[in-house]
Every structure is written in C-alpha cells, then in structure tokens.
C-alpha cells in the first residue's frame, strides 16, 4: 500500500533523474565529435526543453502534494565515444520509463488521477526520446 511520503520520495528521485537528464544533454551536446557532429549535437539539445519541462511539472507537484524538491542532480558518466553517448541515453531513457511506470501504479492507488495522467504524458515523451535512440542506434556503423 503506498502513501503519499512514498510517492513524493519517489517522485523526488524522478527528478533528481530529470536535472541528471539535462546535464547529460547539455554536456553531450558539447562533447560530441565527427562528420555527425552538428545533426547529433541538435539532437541532444533538442531533448533538453523537454526534460526540464519534466523536472518543472515534478517540483510543482512534489510541492503541491507537501513535500519539498531535490536540487541535486544524479550522476552523469562521460564518455569517450559519440556511440556511448547514445547508449547511455538510452539507457536513461529505458530507466526513467520503468521508474514513471511504478509511479503511475503509486499514483493511482492513492486516488492522484492528475498526477497519474501527467505522468503518462511524461512516459510519451520519454518513449519517443527512447524509439528516436533506438533508431540512431540500429543505423549506426563503426
Ligand atoms: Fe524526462
Ligand atoms: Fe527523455
């Protein structure tokens, strides 16, 4: 039975995860290298308006529901190719659906049906950030 401690908690780590996002694209963006330099540089920053409109919508209901929002980010690796960069959003990406996917069951049983919608909204959002990894992924030759 969850309560709501549980799914402010949660959702604190939701968005410590969400500021970690941004970071992640924002430092890619800058480290990318190579003939595709430009197109995945635009790619990664356009993920970044999202991201923060997720970490917005998570802090205003964390405070909404009584809590109080993280301000700390969850680490970011840096790596030494263009291909780990992809893999390692994708692997976020992969996580933080799983993780909004237990908040939603979290938000449901409380009777949060707002909070539940929104957060489907976010596993849309995430979900095409995922497919769009995938697809650069499966093309990617080197
Ligand atoms: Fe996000
Ligand atoms: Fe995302």
Redesign the pocket.
């Known amino acids: 039975m969850s309560d709501v401690k549980e799914l402010i908690d949660g959702m604190n780590e939701?968005l410590a995860?969400?500021y970690q996002?941004v970071i992640m694209y924002r430092t890619y963006a800058s480290l990318v290298t190579g003939p595709y330099r430009r197109e995945i540089r635009s790619f990664f920053e356009s993920?970044i308006p999202?991201?923060l409109?997720?970490?917005a919508f998570l802090a205003d209901k964390i405070v909404a529901l009584g809590g109080t929002p993280v301000t700390q980010s969850g680490p970011v690796p840096i790596p030494r190719t263009n291909r780990e960069m992809l893999e390692v959003a994708l692997q976020a990406?992969v996580d933080?659906i799983e993780r909004y996917t237990k908040r939603i069951e979290q938000a449901e049983a409380l009777g949060e049906l707002s909070v539940k919608l929104q957060l489907e909204n976010?596993v849309v959002?995430?979900s095409s950030?995922r497919d769009d990894l995938r697809r650069m992924l499966m093309d990617w030759r080197e």
């Open positions: 939701d995860a969400e996002a993920e999202d991201e409109g997720h970490a990406e933080t976010l959002d995430e950030h």
